[in-house]
Nanobody, 124 residues
Framework: QVSLVESGGGLVQAGDSLRLSCAFSGDTFSNYVMAWFRQPSGKEREFVASIAWRGDPIEYADSVKGRFTISRDNAKNTVTLHMNSLKPEDTAVYYC?????????????????WGQGTQVTVSS
């Protein structure tokens, strides 16, 4: 059974940077499209970024394009989200997700496995 464990969340100020990591186990990592979603309090879960099996293509939500960078290390079974120029509206629980594919990368229902989430809070 696939397991995803996120780490790296926390409380930062607007303009700061943060790095989230997701450790994958339980299957062949390189067979999965990996993604980050986020869920602000009281709102629906939304797509942030995705990265395909060999690292291309990569997709971003318009709201994070130019500020966030997703990457993966297939040798270490990890996916990372580098977040720069953070804004208060980036505050949310961030989830790592895995899709054996193929599916619609922006859709929550495409993903087969989810992590427990990590809280990111950006103060103004």
């Amino acid at each position: 059974q696939v397991s995803l464990v996120e780490s790296g969340g926390g409380l930062v100020q607007a303009g700061d940077s943060l790095r989230l990591s997701c450790a994958f186990s339980g299957d062949t990592f390189s067979n999965y499209v990996m993604a980050w979603f986020r869920q602000p309090s009281g709102k629906e879960r939304e797509f942030v970024a995705s990265i395909a099996w060999r690292g291309d293509p990569i997709e971003y939500a318009d709201s994070v394009k130019g500020r966030f960078t997703i990457s993966r290390d297939n040798a270490k079974n990890t996916v990372t989200l580098h977040m720069n120029s953070l804004k208060p509206e980036d505050t949310a629980v961030y989830y790592c997700a895995a899709d054996e594919g193929p599916g619609v990368i922006y859709s929550v229902v495409s993903y087969d496995f989810w992590g427990q989430g990590t809280q990111v809070t950006v103060s103004s």
